[in-house]
């Protein structure tokens, strides 16, 4: 089955700059990917999601990057800012596969 | 619509007790699916369902039972709960078709003494 695996699992960052968390998957099939936001104590929210036909995708300070190739994706978040600071989930799944198969989450840290 | 609703969203149970947790979607979605969520190991799919009759499992189904006798509903059984089972508990629905997300339920927190 797909694997995803996450990194890093910890992330601070200075308000103002950017953060990168990356993700790798194991099945070629996979062709939709999604990040998820979880504020503590709260539930996962969709953010972002890049489909397998599209290298990159944005929506204001957030992109979404796909290498199909290398089997990574990425989530850059720029002008970060205190409320960014949450846990965030990426996530993959396949054609056919109605399974949603997610990284173990990085922990970001803004700080102020 | 009211999205995915979660119910309880908290309870302690006794070792060896069994309950149902409940999971309600008002937004007519075929996929519905049960994960757990615990420190450091993300969230891991308990058990699926792509429609009304159908389930499967996941990754870590032992210890649960679900069925989807309607398209709204899709509970999840603990048969004897057991300490590892301490964990938040989140339901998601999506539409059908892979190149969707999940939207998640607020969470059960469950502790089993």
């Known amino acids: 089955g797909e694997n995803v695996e996450q990194h890093p699992s910890t992330l601070s960052v200075q308000e103002g700059d950017s953060a990168v968390i990356k993700c790798t998957y194991s099945d070629s099939a996979s062709n939709y990917f999604p990040w998820y936001k979880q504020e503590l104590g709260k539930r996962p929210q969709l953010i972002i999601d890049?489909?397998?036909?599209?290298g990159e995708k944005k929506d204001q300070r957030i992109a979404v990057t796909l290498n199909k190739t290398a089997k990574h994706f990425s989530l850059h978040i720029t002008e970060t800012q205190p409320e960014d600071s949450a846990v965030y989930f990426c996530?993959?799944?396949?054609?056919?596969?109605?399974?949603?198969?997610f990284g173990t989450g990085t922990r970001l840290t803004i700080i102020p | 619509n009211a999205g995915v609703t979660q119910t309880p969203k908290f309870q302690v149970l006794k070792t060896g007790q069994s309950m149902t947790l409940q999971c309600a979607q008002d937004m007519n979605h075929e996929y519905m699916s049960w994960y757990r969520q615990d420190p450091g190991m993300g969230l891991r799919l308990i058990h699926y369902s792509v429609g009304a009759g159908i389930t499967d499992q996941g990754e870590v189904p032992n210890g649960y039972n679900v069925s989807r006798s309607t398209t709204e509903d899709f509970p999840l059984r603990l048969l004897s709960a057991a300490p590892s089972q301490t964990s938040v508990y989140f339901c998601a629905s999506s539409v059908g078709g892979t190149m969707y997300g999940y939207t998640f339920g607020s969470g059960t927190r469950l502790t089993v003494v």
């Open positions: 996530a993959a799944r396949s054609w056919g596969n109605e399974k949603l198969t």
């Open positions: 890049i489909r397998s036909n599209v």
